[in-house]
């Protein structure tokens, strides 16, 4: 309806002296056909058709409809600032709901209190809460500078982040262009220096030039072997641990006495069988050590040799599953103390709580 009015305004100036009913025509002729068709259902009174005030009121009861102020200042006091939304939209669509607000004179000081309460900037809406004398005009200044100063903030961020990766990519090339100055010797050269340099032979003990070994074409007594002594021998032997083959080899420095094992899936395990100097109070099994003490300091003295000894020998201990000054340890199936040794109750547990066997297998394992 707003639209039909701007367009009779423009039409009054166009048609000059025109009769009254010669500007209801008109109207009939800019609304168009759909808006004929809403002309032909009004009723009018004697002398009222070609008047040109009792058509567009008619027109305007028709378009629009019976306002709710409340739900409109509801729908003004909700509305807060999106995040990509600048001050200057916010502005305007708050003035659009205001305007059917009826505000009257309030409405400049309510539309800066809903800038102030839905704007997406905390530091905006602290700046301005600590302003005196804040103002619509002044509100709206303070949001429009701090959006200015963020856009330019982002700007030269961008620009800082653009001239850092040309630093770094000049920096590379350079570095690059500095290797290919100071390239090292060829491959071939290092392979001639390294045929020619002596080397700690694990076959003979000694230390000597590539490819001048003593032990080279001597026979091992213990494998029956060729090129390696007995004392460096690494034999292989196969055993079966709970039906599944492992093959082991045994190596000493003659201190140590160490067992690495290879499983059929080619998976490596190291285990600990003897500490020869610390045996007085010192127990292995497999990869556990279990050292013990009649007294604190006693027990503290052996500990100590122990993890100076795993340090000396380069073997790592678990954290986790270490325990330290304990009066009772579960240990190979029995459980130890000052008491002395029993059986494991967990393993009799087991035992008595075993299901009696149902057929031919269970019968065997049982």
């Known amino acids: 309806m707003e639209k039909v009015k701007q367009t009779m305004n423009l039409l009054e100036v166009a048609m000059g ?52 102020v409340t739900v ?6 909700t509305r807060v600032q999106n995040p990509s939304e600048s001050i200057d939209q916010y502005l305007t669509d708050l003035k659009l709901i205001a305007k059917n607000c009826e505000f009257e004179h309030l ?26 004398g804040l103002t619509l005009d002044k509100a ?8 200015e100063s963020r856009k330019q903030m982002k700007t030269l961020n961008e620009e800082e982040q653009v001239h850092a990766l040309r630093r770094k990519t000049q920096n590379q090339r350079t570095n690059r262009n500095e290797g290919y100055a100071k390239k090292g010797p060829s ?6 220096r390294e045929s020619n340099s002596s080397f700690s032979c694990g076959k003979c003990g000694t230390t000597h030039e590539r490819r001048n070994c003593p032990a080279y074409g001597k026979k ?18 196969s055993k079966s641990v709970h039906g599944l083959d492992e093959y082991s080899s045994c190596e000493s420095d003659g201190e140590n006495y160490c067992r690495s094992s290879k499983q059929k899936n080619g998976n490596q395990r190291k285990c600990l069988l003897f500490i020869i100097q610390i045996a007085k109070g010192v127990e292995t099994d497999i990869d556990d050590i279990l050292v013990w003490g009649t007294t604190r300091k006693e027990h503290d003295d052996r500990l100590r040799s122990v993890l100076n000894r795993c340090q000396e020998v380069g073997l790592t201990l678990n954290a986790e599953k270490c325990k330290f000054r304990v009066k009772e340890v579960t240990y190979i199936g029995h459980t130890l103390s000052a008491d002395g040794v029993r059986p494991d109750q967990e ?5 008595k709580e075993m299901p009696a066997p149902t057929d031919k297998k269970g019968y065997n394992d049982y």
């Open 140 to 147: 709206v200044g303070i949001c429009r500078a701090d959006e």
């Open 17 to 68: 002296e025109k009769t009254e009913k010669e500007q209801c025509r008109a109207v009939l002729y800019v609304i168009g056909l759909e808006g004929r068709e809403i002309y032909n259902t009004f009723n009018f009174g004697e002398n009222e058709a070609d008047k040109l005030e009792v058509l567009l009121k008619k027109f305007e009861d028709y378009c629009i409809p019976k306002k709710n």
């Open 107 to 132: 409405k400049d000081g309510l539309i800066r209190d809903r800038i102030v309460c839905g704007t997406n900037s905390t530091r905006v809406k602290e700046r301005l809460l600590r302003e005196d």
């Open 187 to 192: 491959r071939r050269d290092h392979e001639k």
């Open 72 to 77: 409109i200042r509801h729908r003004f006091n």
């Open 347 to 351: 393993k009799i547990r087991a035992i």
């Open 220 to 237: 091992c007594h213990k494998c029956k072997k060729a090129n390696h002594y007995q004392k460096f021998c690494k034999s292989k032997f």
